[in-house]
């Protein structure tokens, strides 16, 4: 007699959807959602919709490391999709990194009101950023002194081609008085 011995199977839960991922989302759950989109990522590690939802939850979350991977793989299947530049460069706002920031809202598109305002913005903090580093840091002001825009950027500002420090920037009374102060 020949018996059939059966492996007990290995219920792991119901396979993964897109449309679970997005309803744990929009539950509020966005670990889950996290998970469910992975799940579909190990089968299809190309599968947008998945890297969208992915991108979301870890958004929300603040898990920004973990978004800028999702991000370059969003990034390398549509390069040309403006929101995608657009969310980078919120990462990149968000972990101070300016520089990579504006080169990625600018990537997002001259045409986007959201990616412009964002760039205004992070001139502006730029500015106030440069400022105080005229007003506390003798080395940096040395070499601003020589090359502002070398200065600057090695300190990892990102200008955009209108834009030159040591020019506009120098409107604002604020910068301006900080840049002509002696070091003490």
Same mark, same amino acid.
């Given at each position: 007699?020949?018996?059939?011995?059966?492996?007990?199977?290995?219920?792991?839960?119901?396979?993964?959807t897109? /449309?679970? *991922?997005?309803?744990? =989302? $929009?539950?509020g @759950?966005?670990?889950n959602?996290?998970l469910?989109s992975?799940?579909? +990522?190990?089968?299809?590690?190309?599968?947008l919709g998945?890297l969208?939802?992915l /991108?979301? *939850?870890?958004?929300? =979350? $603040?898990?920004? @490391?973990?978004?800028?991977?999702?991000?370059?793989?969003?990034?390398? +299947?549509n390069?040309?999709?403006?929101?995608?530049?657009?969310?980078r460069?919120?990462?990149?706002?968000?972990?101070?990194?300016?520089?990579?920031a504006?080169?990625?809202?600018?990537?997002?598109?001259?045409?986007?009101?959201?990616?412009?305002?964002?760039?205004?913005e992070?001139?502006?903090?730029q500015?106030s950023?440069i400022?105080?580093?005229l007003r506390?840091?003798?080395?940096f002001?040395?070499?601003?002194?020589?090359?502002?825009?070398?200065?600057?950027?090695?300190?990892?500002?990102?200008f955009?081609?209108?834009f030159?420090?040591?020019?506009?920037?120098?409107?604002?009374?604020?910068?301006?008085?900080?840049?002509?102060?002696?070091p003490?």
């Amino acid at each position: 007699m020949n018996a059939v011995i059966e492996q007990p199977s290995r219920r792991r839960g119901p396979k993964p959807t897109l /449309a679970r *991922a997005e309803y744990l =989302l $929009s539950a509020g @759950d966005p670990e889950n959602a996290i998970l469910a989109s992975r799940g579909i +990522l190990r089968g299809d590690p190309e599968h947008l919709g998945a890297l969208e939802v992915l /991108a979301k *939850a870890l958004w929300q =979350l $603040s898990r920004y @490391d973990e978004l800028l991977v999702a991000l370059e793989s969003m990034v390398r +299947l549509n390069p040309y999709e403006p929101g995608y530049h657009g969310l980078r460069g919120a990462v990149y706002q968000a972990l101070g990194r300016t520089g990579e920031a504006i080169k990625s809202f600018t990537r997002a598109g001259a045409d986007s009101e959201t990616a412009n305002a964002a760039i205004e913005e992070l001139r502006d903090w730029q500015t106030s950023l440069i400022a105080d580093l005229l007003r506390d840091d003798v080395v940096f002001k040395a070499h601003y002194a020589q090359d502002p825009e070398a200065a600057c950027q090695a300190r990892g500002f990102e200008f955009m081609p209108d834009f030159k420090p040591g020019e506009s920037w120098l409107a604002n009374p604020y910068a301006q008085a900080m840049a002509f102060t002696r070091p003490s």
